[in-house]
């Protein structure tokens, strides 16, 4: 129970980084991180902020009942490794990306499987655990 409780605040926490800064990438546009915008790249990038944000909201809603959300969390950790490895084909292809950008890398390629080993761990125990002992019809 109490390792149960330290997954969903890790997760919470976690996820509130996609949230904060797939809002302000939509709110801001590519003009929030450099003075040039192409009208197309703004678009696709709002866009792109808007899939960031709600893949942080997807995490959260995981977090009630954790254990039983094995399924949404896998499929939300496979497309947070896809980005993070698209990220990183990037850094081959074009060099390296600032500081922030390579924090990012390491949470898609490392912190978020981490989570997802962890969510299976803590399914897995509960899946084991003997179903409480509701009281019967009196």
Known sequence: MRERRALQRMVSVVALVPVVSGLYGVLTGVGGTSGLVDVSADSHYRYLSGLHMGIGILFWTCVPGIEAKTGLFRFLTLVVVLGGLARLLGLALTGLPS????????????????????????????????????????
């Open 99 to 138: 500081l922030t950008m390579l924090a990012a890398l390491a949470v898609e390629l490392g912190v978020t499987p981490l989570l997802c080993l962890w969510q299976a761990r803590i399914a897995g125990q509960a899946s084991n655990e003997p179903p409480s002992a509701a009281p019967g019809p009196a």
